[in-house]
């Protein structure tokens, strides 16, 4: 008889493991036990823009920036009408990396604002269905998934749940996905298993890449101080040491 072949687990059909409410509630009580109150944009774009120049900067120098590009172009008019080259020497004068792409995506999604909706204002985004805006801010250019869900989680307080390196790096290393699986089937999978409730998945977006920079980190993970080393598979390839330890759970 021919072995039946077990078929791949897909984002639609992985359960959610039992373990994953706890995984939630340590990550809470360690980094984010009180989230703060939703609030919304008073215009998306903006969101939209310094979400743009968050991408690989730190968060001093994503607010340095969009405060000089604010500065110098008080309305986003003034920015399309400079073009990317202005754009650009106002990112490279106010410091951080990737300035000349960062400022082709920036007046790619002004430009492309103009032509398909006449203004460069996201304001009706706040009364669209959660489907509706991602639909508009994915038919960008130089807006993805992961920009999608920012603004939707960050500006417009909707359910979403964007997946950076360290959400990917943890739920591969906890076993919660597989390991191939990259940050949009990541995504796709929490999306679907977490709780569809703002501050559950703020809080769990928040904590878990504070938990990915200070603990579980690409190189020399601090296994020994991580809340969550009794749920993690692979603590005793990452820190064989500590494997079998109980998790410390710190105030």
Request: with cysteine.
């Amino acid at each position: 008889m021919t072995a039946q072949v077990a078929s791949r687990p897909t984002p639609d059909t992985l359960p959610a493991p039992p373990h994953l409410p706890e995984v939630a509630r340590r990550l809470r009580e360690r980094y984010l036990p009180d989230p703060p109150v939703p609030t919304r944009m008073a215009e998306p774009l903006d969101g939209l823009i310094s979400t743009i120049l968050s991408q690989q900067n730190t968060a001093p120098i994503t607010r340095r920036q969009f405060a000089a590009l604010k500065t110098v172009y008080p309305r986003w008019e003034a920015a399309l009408a400079d073009g990317p080259d202005g754009i650009e020497t106002v990112l490279k004068e106010a410091g951080g990396g990737l300035s000349r792409i960062k400022a082709g995506y920036i007046h790619a999604a002004l430009a492309h604002l103009d032509e398909t909706r006449g203004e460069l204002s996201l304001r009706d985004l706040r009364d669209l269905p959660d489907d509706a805006v991602r639909a508009l801010l994915e038919d960008m250019p130089g807006v993805g998934m992961k920009t999608a869900s920012c603004v939707l989680l960050f500006d417009l307080a909707r359910p979403a749940m964007p997946v950076d390196t360290h959400i990917w790096r943890l739920a591969g290393r906890l076993g919660l996905t597989p390991e191939p699986w990259n940050a949009v089937k990541v995504e796709r999978w929490f999306d679907r298993v977490l709780p569809r409730e703002w501050a559950d998945r703020y809080t769990f977006h928040v904590s878990a890449i504070r938990h990915g920079r200070e603990t579980c980190r690409a190189r020399h993970p601090r296994c020994d101080t991580c809340v969550l080393l009794d749920l993690c598979p692979a603590a005793a390839l990452l820190a064989p040491a500590t494997a079998g330890r109980p998790a410390m759970l710190q105030p």
